[in-house]
Nanobody, 126 residues
Framework: QLQLVESGGELVQPGGSLRLSCAAA????????IGWFRQAPGKEREGVAC????????NVAHSVEGRFTISGDTATNTVYLQMNSLKPADTAVYYC???????????????????WGRGTQVTVSS
């Protein structure tokens, strides 16, 4: 089965940058779509960004537009989330997820995704 492993989360000061990685093992990136989600303490999980390499599209949430960028490397089957100008409100566990249902889709709803990583902690604090 497809396995997803997130990495790159750490403590960073406000205004700083981080790049998260989602390494996918087992299948080529063109066969599925990837979404990034985050969950802060006491809050519901929310979609952050998504990518479909076969559909040639990406989306980012309004809350992070202009600061976060999602990209994929089909050679290594890795999806990245570049996070700039980080704020304390960005503190959360960040998860990547995948769906084979429609490789051209690019949505940020939890129910659409079948496979999930265990998450990586991002803490933005001075």
């Amino acid at each position: 089965q497809l396995q997803l492993v997130e990495s790159g989360g750490e403590l960073v000061q406000p205004g700083g940058s981080l790049r998260l990685s989602c390494a996918a093992a087992g299948y080529a990136l063109r066969y599925y779509s990837i979404g990034w989600f985050r969950q802060a303490p006491g809050k519901e999980r929310e979609g952050v960004a998504c990518i479909s390499t076969s559909g040639g599209r990406t989306n980012v949430a309004h809350s992070v537009e202009g600061r976060f960028t999602i990209s994929g490397d089909t050679a290594t089957n890795t999806v990245y989330l570049q996070m700039n100008s980080l704020k304390p409100a960005d503190t959360a566990v960040y998860y990547c997820a995948a769906t084979f249902s429609d490789p051209t889709m690019c949505v940020m709803t939890n129910f659409a995704y079948d496979y999930w990583g265990r998450g990586t902690q991002v803490t933005v604090s001075s």
